[in-house]
T-cell receptor, first 115, second 115 residues
């Protein structure tokens, strides 16, 4: 079946520190992979995505590379800011021709960045 | 920027009571979803809805759950007889395009507490 496992939180960092949030997946086919972010008081927002192996998704200084050989999609940022404090969710969707692309999520990782 | 809105933000109910969670998707979107997150667990898919009918539902979405788009703007989730284990954050989402090219937009969530 399909599942996503992501790093347990919470993660607490100082501003300008390097961030890695690990995400690994299990999928029956060749999924697309996503990172969603939820800022306090807001809904989940798409942060970045990758639709095939070796693709790199990037947005707002965050990056993640789709690694088929290690079934991973780790989120990284070189220098975090206080405004990056949020909950980060890794997710996958099957590429099976469905029109609806059901998402499978991880548990979320709370990131807190201190000034 | 258009957004998905959900009401109520928090509802407390007694076990066995009926609950209706409401969502207003983005106006030109065609595909609608409910997800939920029990505290400390993964965000889980409940149901997807397109063209006025359920397209896919998970094993969680049993006979106690129903969805409806009563008036072309609202999208509701009804739980007929709530159980303690229904306590969770419920997220509504919508998208305009089919498949993975259409980004999923989420609401802020409705927290349901069943006592």
């Amino acid at each position: 079946g399909n599942s996503v496992t992501q790093m347990e939180g919470p993660v607490t960092l100082s501003e300008e520190a390097f961030l890695t949030i690990n995400c690994t997946y299990t999928a029956t086919g060749y999924p697309s992979l996503f990172w969603y972010v939820q800022y306090p008081g807001e809904g989940l927002q798409l942060l970045l995505k990758a639709t095939k192996a070796d693709d790199k998704g990037s947005n707002k200084g965050f990056e993640a590379t789709y690694r088929k050989e290690t079934t991973s999609f780790h989120l990284e940022k070189g220098s975090v800011q206080v405004s990056d404090s949020a909950v980060y969710f890794c997710a996958l969707s099957e590429n099976r021709g469905s029109t609806l692309g059901r998402l499978y999520f991880g548990r979320g990782t709370q990131l807190t960045v201190w000034p | 920027e258009p957004e998905v809105t959900q009401t109520p933000s928090h509802q407390v109910t007694q076990m066995g009571q009926e609950v209706i969670l409401r969502c207003v998707p983005i106006s030109n979107h065609l595909y609608f979803y409910w997800y939920r997150q029990i505290l400390g667990q993964k965000v889980e898919f409940l149901v997807s809805f397109y063209n006025n009918e359920i397209s896919e539902k998970s094993e969680i979405f049993d006979d106690q759950f129903s969805v409806e788009r009563p008036d072309g703007s609202n999208f509701t989730l009804k739980i007929r007889s709530t159980k303690l284990e229904d306590s969770a954050m419920y997220f509504c989402a919508s998208r305009r395009l089919a498949g993975l090219t259409g980004e999923l937009f989420f609401g802020e969530g409705s927290r349901l507490t069943v006592l």
